[in-house]
């Protein structure tokens, strides 16, 4: 009887430590399933917030659309369509056609440099600008006449963040008079403003 006792102790207990192998924590299996629990929790959490961040993402996108009504807006105001981040999107895509992009880029450096207040970042931007637009060596050298180039040359010793406001109104006024009516005109312009019709009337 004692016998058959201590073979059911052994059943129970399972068996006996092996030497140099520390026998499983009893409580492995509860701690594995806690675990477990929380790394799924944990995993719940970082997909929501993937996909709250694909979703933010997918709308700031979408918000940058413009509407029908504000493309057919554009075609009665050059002002419109500089204002606008997707307007100068569409227009910066008909100047690079016509390879004249460097007049718009010229204006949203001007634009950025107004905006700045650091003196020695308006120093450098002032002369990236030059070094870019307006110098004669640079390939992407703007067309702006000999007194405006004078002005600049001058501002030059003393950069402000106002120096290239003739230059700037210059070359808008380039733009609106020349390169705006062809825009309208453009394929890129038409077959955006049809894409977008037709998206309405599907």
């Not at 993402?57 to 057919?72: G, N, R």
Request: hydrophobic fraction near 30%.
């Amino acid at each position: 009887m004692f016998e058959m006792r201590k073979r059911q102790q052994g059943r129970i207990e399972g068996p006996p430590q092996v030497p140099g192998h520390p026998r499983p924590n009893t409580c492995c299996l509860c701690w594995c399933g806690c675990c477990k629990c929380l790394w799924n929790e944990d995993r719940m959490e970082r997909s929501e917030r993937q996909t709250c961040t694909k979703m933010d993402s997918i709308e700031a996108t979408e918000e940058q659309h413009p509407t029908l009504d504000e493309m057919i807006a554009w075609s009665r105001s050059f002002e419109m369509v500089m204002r606008a981040p997707e307007g100068r999107d569409v227009f910066r895509e008909f100047l690079r056609s016509e390879y004249s992009e460097e007049n718009l880029m010229f204006w949203i450096a001007c634009e950025e440099l107004k905006k700045e207040t650091n003196p020695s970042a308006i120093d450098e931007k002032a002369r990236i600008i030059y070094e870019d637009y307006v110098s004669i060596l640079s390939p992407k050298e703007v067309s702006l006449d000999s007194r405006v180039r004078e002005v600049i040359n001058q501002s030059l010793a003393e950069p402000s963040s106002t120096m290239y406001e003739e230059a700037q109104l210059q070359i808008y006024t380039l733009m609106h008079r020349d390169s705006f009516p062809r825009f309208l005109n453009s394929s890129v312009y038409r077959d955006l403003l049809n894409s977008k019709r037709a998206c309405l009337d599907t």
